[in-house]
């Protein structure tokens, strides 16, 4: 069986993937069961048994026959599909993901065969398909039964055959019958043609011919029996006596060409297919390495060829052509934000049993594309904050019909562009119990008074956990810290808002891809920094007169409006800048706005970003490194970083003023 | 000449499966993902054998089946059911569409070769 290894891995593969498919059905039709769901349903089961025994899943095909059953029945109408047929179909094919994950038959699976949770699965099942209980257990759910093939000594049998007459258009082929027969021993064939009618009337596609065969063989009566396997609905009649071991035959069997020739010559075609390919995402990985090479190559390339007019245009061709590919390749990363969005439904589905509370969700804006890694990475702090809305936020049905809400609490969930809205109609967050439990952390002086959005990102803190001190229901899962963490390192921003009574809404806003960014260059001194593009809400001159000194910290009054803001020199530690003419950098990260002191701005460019080594990536305040056109290297500002820093060092100042 | 089988399953690990077993035996193997597409590669490929699901999205094994045995290239061609379906009924309707035989899934490999040697030759 060496042979269909590699196709073991690709089953494993597509199973697991039409398990993932089959969670979002068996969805589907808990709200709209109509035929062709159920179908589907039960297709998916079909090829997960067929293939499962034979690549080694014995166990797994055994499980889904069981499942299968249930579906038949469904799809003829004898069981209907209620909530807990969906919940049994649903633990059901958690199961068989767990079967799958014992990669195939053996100690894994049976334990996990044995568990009280996989014998409920299987009496549960067993019920609602009203099989006899006692479900043929480790039975295969057919094995052609191969008899001992017992050796019986010379036998001569007799063998009459007739196909039906339309056996020829359904391509079988008497001759190879016949063959085959001959394979088993000596024959010899008489044709019988007394059915055979005038020319005239002759239609060629039509058998009319039958065979009697004289087969003289120690094979038992079942290997001719297999031999007609597909000739059920011929005249077959097997009929044997023990003779004495036969003298060698010589006559060999005698067959005409009973198919109508037809053109054998097998055309050799290229293959064309139109399917989608598989690769590994780590493949894509070295590709898009590659490529953020060439992009630095080809900027290298731009430089030093803006002396030399005549590579000019071959320059801007690669530069075309480079731009291109990236495009071409970052698409390929890039996957509907949907794929995410199956699992919510799932965790809405359980938490609403296990909450008691009715919750609809919404989901609108699947098909935005966003980076693989980027959704890999958010699926989880998503999740998180879906359990945070349905949990904390979303009351019970009895306060909501109280507050004049529906009964059924809404999640909302919103893919467009790159901001990712989590929304529910829930009671908001308590203000009061936020800022009670920041001062009692230290986080907020008893005097001070944070604005509502200063205030909610106080969630954000470490510590303040999974804020189940603000209701009544004990959190669960990781905190709001955790979901800040995650999405910093996608360098992307949550923003909290949220009105008591009527509902929270936490936007993330995430970069497209990971790997390439527009970055803005700064020099400091003779050094050069990257910051993105992307948190960057203006440049202003940094006048001196402008300067406001506030207990060691610098404000500036920009539009009458006061922006801290850092000294990169500072920050870097650095010698202080002796240039008059310095800039400000504007950016914003998580809601507050921050100023940047830098010496000059060089210009836009487009940063392949380059993780630190292992040595630096401790570093804080930098989100990675690039290489520049010149083949220098510049570090990439950690915008979020630096910003949570200047605010961290003025609530420290604060309570000393 | 090398002989072409057709294999029609929307499971690709399947399709690799038979082409695994059949390709050291000197067969040329051929994939299609549904009915529809192995209507198409029915007429292009000129296949020896033909085998063929019967739970498949878009186009069916039955309905292939038909399509293919009122199809100038179909006609005379083995077509064996392949399928973990094995109710009577099935069976019957397989073989009134026009099948020529029937392979239970389950299979193993000398049992898909000899359905191959049966049919194709």
Known sequence: ?657 | MAKTVLIIDDSKAIRDMVTFTLEPHGYRCVGAGDGSEGLTRLRAENPALVITDLNMPVMNGIEFIRHARQDAAGAGIPIVMLTTETKPEMKAEGKSAGATGWINKPFDADMLLSVAKKLAG
């Open chain 1, 1 to 657: 069986m060496d042979e269909i290894n590699p196709a073991v891995s690709a089953f494993v593969q597509e199973a697991r993937e039409i398990l993932e498919g089959l969670e979002a059905l068996l969805l589907d039709l808990e709200s709209d069961s109509d035929a062709e769901q159920i179908d589907a349903v039960f297709r998916t089961l079909h090829t997960v048994k067929g293939s499962g025994a034979m690549f080694g899943f014995g166990t797994l095909s055994r499980f889904t026959h069981h499942f299968e059953d249930a579906f038949d029945r469904v799809r003829e109408g004898r069981l209907s599909v209620d909530g807990r047929l969906i919940d049994l179909s649903l633990k059901a094919r958690d199961h068989m993901i767990a079967l799958l994950d014992c990669g195939g038959d053996g100690p894994g699976a049976t334990a996990l065969e044995a568990t009280p949770g996989a014998v409920a699965l299987l009496a549960a099942l067993a019920e609602i398909t009203g099989a006899a209980s006692v479900a043929p257990k480790g039975a295969a759910p057919q094995a052609t039964p191969e008899p001992a093939p017992s050796r019986t000594a010379g036998r001569r049998w007799t063998i009459r055959f007739r196909p039906e007459p339309d056996a020829l258009r359904n391509g079988m082929r008497p001759d190879l019958l016949i063959a085959e027969l001959g394979g088993l021993g000596s024959v010899e064939v008489g044709a019988d043609i007394g059915a055979l009618p005038a020319l005239a009337d002759l239609d060629p596609t039509l058998s009319h011919l039958g065979w009697t065969v004289t087969l003289d063989t120690d094979q038992p009566r079942s290997a001719i029996e297999a031999v007609f396997i597909f000739a059920d609905d011929a005249e077959l009649e097997i009929t044997g006596e023990v003779t004495e071991p036969a003298p060698e035959n010589p006559v060999r069997p005698v067959v005409g060409q009973a198919q109508p020739a037809a053109g054998e010559a097998s055309r050799k075609k290229p293959e064309k297919t139109g399917e989608s390919v598989r690769v590994p995402a780590g493949k894509l990985d070295e590709i898009m390495d590659q490529l953020g090479e060439l992009v630095i190559a080809q900027a290298r390339l731009s430089q030093m060829a803006s002396h030399e007019p005549e590579l000019e245009s071959v320059v801007e061709e690669v530069e075309r052509l480079v731009t291109g590919l990236r495009d071409a390749t970052l698409s390929i990363r890039m996957l509907p934000i949907e794929v995410v969005f199956g699992k919510f439904r799932r965790v809405v589905r359980d938490l609403s049993a296990e909450l008691g509370k009715e919750v609809t969700l919404i989901t609108e804006g699947g098909e935005t594309e966003i980076d693989k890694t980027v959704i890999d990475r958010l699926s989880e702090p998503l999740v998180h904050m879906i359990r945070n809305s349905m949990d904390h936020g979303i009351e019970s049905a009895g306060v909501r019909l109280a507050a004049g809400k529906p009964a059924r609490g809404t999640v909302r969930q919103e893919g467009g562009e790159v901001l990712i809205a989590i929304e529910d109609d829930g009671a908001g967050l308590d203000a009061e119990a936020i800022r009670a439990k920041a001062i009692e952390r230290g986080l907020l002086t008893s005097e001070a008074q944070p604005g509502e959005s200063e205030l909610y990102q106080l969630i954000f803190a470490p510590g303040f956990s999974t804020a189940k001190e603000l209701s009544s229901v004990s959190g669960r899962g990781v905190g709001m810290d955790a979901v800040r963490t995650t999405v910093d390192a996608l360098r992307g921003a949550v923003e909290v808002a949220s009105r008591a009574g009527l509902g929270t809404r936490v936007t993330l806003r995430l970069p497209v891809t990971l790997a390439i960014i527009d970055g803005l260059l700064v020099r400091l001194g003779d050094a050069v920094f990257v910051i993105p593009l992307a948190s960057v809400e203006e440049c202003v001159e940094l006048d001196a007169a402008e300067r406001q000194r506030e207990s060691g910290r610098t404000m500036l009054c920009i539009r009458e409006h006061l922006v801290p803001f850092l000294d990169l020199d500072v920050v870097f530690g650095r010698d202080p800048s002796t240039e008059t003419r310095r800039r400000v950098v504007i950016v914003k990260a998580d809601g507050q706005r921050l100023g940047l002191v830098v010496d000059d701005i060089l210009g836009q460019h487009q940063t392949v970003i380059k993780t630190l080594s292992q040595y630096h990536r401790d570093v804080e305040g930098f989100a990675g490194a690039t290489i520049l056109g010149d083949g220098s290297v510049a570090l990439i500002i950690d915008v979020a970083t630096l910003t949570r820093r200047a605010l961290a060092e003025r609530a420290e100042r604060k309570p000393a003023a």
